[in-house]
T-cell receptor
């Protein structure tokens, strides 16, 4: 089992739709959960950062973490064509082997006007 | 957050030559990393750049091929040595501050002919 799994997409939605992006993970030591947005030919940009379980909202973006299910989500409301990008989940924590920081493979999202 | 710049932003190189990529962070950071990203793929960690000591390389990456320097807390270089077309990729520098989040530079797009 991979440490972090994420549907690579591509995911195409019409403008204005609610988008749900998800990741599952296997390492219970993960405590910090992040979502990055990467536009084509650019470096990843930190979008959301959450510690432990719970929800965090920032404008049209909501991040959810369910540590009991080892499942994290990013919701995008009222999606816009400018949201078209690849979204990578990432998580980190300290286990017996030290600091562990892992990225998901990314989901490619297209928001169609 | 940390703002990270990379030079060069892109380069086209001949087989057998070497290229050094520079990474500058606008504030002192605890850790710096180098990643590679093939087109359409996720991030692959090359190494952790340690300040004042040898870098820590991931499996499949060796110092002779990817020598790394980190002379202080805000600067690092990655050299891609004896390049071949298989080294064509985007190389990304990232940095971690006090929290367990990482910030990325814009990347260096390398094409080896």
């Amino acid at each position: 089992q991979k440490e972090v799994e994420q549907d690579p997409g591509p995911l195409s939605v019409p403008e204005g739709a609610i988008v749900s992006l998800n990741c599952t993970y296997s390492n219970s030591a993960f405590q910090y959960f992040m979502w990055y947005r990467q536009y084509s030919r650019k470096g990843p940009e930190l979008l959301m950062y959450t510690y432990s379980s719970g929800n965090k909202e920032d404008g049209r973006f909501t991040a959810q973490v369910d540590k009991s299910s080892k499942y994290i989500s990013l919701f995008i409301r009222d999606s816009q064509p400018s949201d078209s990008a690849t979204y990578l989940c990432a998580m980190s924590g300290r286990d017996n082997y030290g600091q562990n920081f892992v990225f998901g493979p990314g989901t490619r999202l297209s928001v169609l006007p | 957050s940390a703002v990270i710049s990379q030079k060069p932003s892109r380069d086209i190189c001949q087989r057998g030559t070497s290229l050094t990529i520079q990474c500058q962070v606008d504030s002192q950071v605890t850790m710096m990393f180098w990643y590679r990203q093939q087109p359409g793929q996720s991030l692959t960690l090359i190494a952790t750049a340690n300040q004042g000591s040898e870098a820590t390389y991931e499996s499949g990456f060796v110092i002779d091929k990817f020598p790394i320097s980190r002379p202080n807390l805000t600067f690092s270089t990655l050299t891609v040595s004896n390049m071949s077309p298989e080294d064509s990729s985007i190389y990304l520098c990232s940095a971690r501050q006090y929290t367990d989040t990482q910030y990325f530079g814009p990347g260096t797009r390398l094409t080896v002919l």
